[in-house]
């Protein structure tokens, strides 16, 4: 049942278009690179990919002199604004990569368990303070059609399927069918913390960070230029993420795609009781414009996604970030999902870019004769993936043949996007296509059938 237009707006009045995470941890600040320098590797990006490459690389290395370069400031674009889901797939799903990567799907799968444990042994090793919580997750079937489908997920063991009153003994919404219980392959925690102990514990290796100083240009890979000055480096990772690449043969490799997203006030202690969720896990329905939310330390409700926005020309602009024809959706959506919540209201509301590539999970390689590294397209699953992908590029970047580097998904790339208006056309297109095939118990039509079958398709 559709709740009240009233309900939507008291929800909504007041609410402050600001990222939650941020205001609540702001951070250190660093300095503005203003003269020459000389390092063994310079990474470019201050997000989890580059904080994950600079600190790995000096426990490598202690002697090394290592430099990360921030545009603006550390964590402050993805990795301060996601959801905070630390999941152990390095696929962005099973089914995607199933059908992208068969004869090496049990080995992604492996690594990517083994990786979600190492950050785990990392966060408690060096006492990071990023609110982890490995409380696994839940997908949740919300359609008839999708409850088989978390059936025949379910393996008895680590994916437990939970029938329409177990699944309501977990988290009470009227809108849940049935759930999947993921124990192990999935953790909790606070974005922007875990970006700022990341930076931290760099500088206490002895990483060098700086902050406000964009790059320019990386010539050769060993002369990088900023405004102020230029860093001379034996060796670049370039962690980007959603931004325009610094090498021409990835400009049209990813596009950014908005994901939105509303933070409630912090529940009372019988509005918590009311919708159960004592075990704390992450909730994720399993439609193709999927709803994703998780609590909060302080028992805040996020809740984001469906609306996935595209912006002709592929431009990263603050002011897509206000849409608020999607944040009435996603509080409609919310009172839908809890109408035993009605009355509570949201306090944050904001948005970020997420840099999606068309085979819908990370890519990798190298360049200027293997000085330079990167790795991209994490398509909003990389909270954990960045750390796999930064020991990619110290592989790349070292020259070592390793289990990682001889995958295909590493040797592989996506294809390209097309350029405008192509470009636009088709990604709206896709959008259009995945609602109507939610709509149609998942029934995929023909032009969603056509990109499976060049290797295109979204099915995560």
């Not at 402050?16 to 660093?30: K, L, M, S, V």
């Amino acid at each position: 049942m559709r709740p009240d237009a009233s309900a939507v707006r008291h929800a909504l009045d007041g609410t402050r278009q600001a990222t939650f995470w941020i205001e609540d941890a702001p951070g250190d600040a660093y300095p503005r690179l203003t003269a020459d320098l000389a390092c063994d590797l310079v990474v470019v990006g201050g997000g989890y990919s580059g904080l994950w490459t600079a600190l790995l690389a000096k426990r490598e290395d202690p002697t090394a002199r290592v430099v990360l370069l921030e545009g603006r400031r550390i964590g402050w674009a993805a990795s301060g604004r996601n959801g905070g889901f630390c999941e152990a797939s390095l696929t962005h799903g099973d089914d995607n990569g199933l059908s992208r990567f068969p004869q090496e799907f049990d080995q992604l799968q492996r690594l990517g368990m083994e990786n979600l444990d190492e950050i785990e042994r990392t966060v408690s090793e060096l006492a990071l303070d990023a609110d982890f919580e490995r409380n696994g997750a839940i997908d949740i079937a919300t359609e008839p059609y999708q409850v088989d489908w978390l059936r025949e997920a379910a393996n008895g063991d680590d994916a437990v399927f939970l029938d329409t009153e177990a699944v309501r003994a977990q988290v009470d919404s009227p809108s849940y069918l049935a759930g999947l219980l993921r124990t192990r392959d999935s953790a909790l925690v606070h974005p922007a913390k875990l970006a700022r102990a990341l930076a931290r514990a760099c500088v206490a290796a002895g990483v060098e960070i700086f902050e406000h100083t964009p790059v320019e240009s990386i010539g050769d890979g060993t002369a990088l230029r900023t405004p102020l000055a230029t860093v001379a480096a034996q060796r670049t990772a370039l962690a980007t993420n959603v931004f325009p690449s610094l090498l021409k043969r990835n400009r049209l490799a990813t596009v950014p795609v908005y994901d939105y997203v509303l933070m409630t006030e912090p529940l009372t202690d019988a509005q918590l009781a009311s919708i159960g969720w004592s075990g704390r896990q992450g909730l994720g329905d399993s439609a193709n414009q999927f709803h994703y939310y998780r609590l909060s330390a302080d028992n805040r409700i996020l809740f984001g996604g469906y609306d996935a926005i595209y912006h002709f020309g592929g431009r990263v602009r603050e002011e897509y970030e206000n849409r608020p024809v999607t944040f009435e959706r996603l509080a409609e959506h919310f009172l839908t999902t809890f109408p035993q919540l009605e009355g509570i209201r949201f306090t944050n509301k904001w948005a970020g870019a997420i840099d999606t590539c068309s085979r819908f999970c990370a890519f990798f390689g190298s360049a200027r004769g293997g000085r330079v590294a990167y790795a991209t397209g994490y398509t909003g699953l990389g909270v954990a993936a960045t750390h796999f992908g930064a020991k990619v590029m110290l592989d790349l970047l070292a020259g070592r043949s390793t289990e990682r580097t001889e995958l295909a998904m590493v040797k592989s790339r996506p294809l390209p996007f097309p350029p405008e208006p192509a470009a636009a056309i088709g990604i709206n297109l896709t959008r259009w296509s995945l609602d109507r095939a939610d709509h149609n118990a998942g029934t995929r039509n023909l032009f969603l059938k056509t990109l499976d079958a060049v290797g295109l398709g979204f099915d995560s």
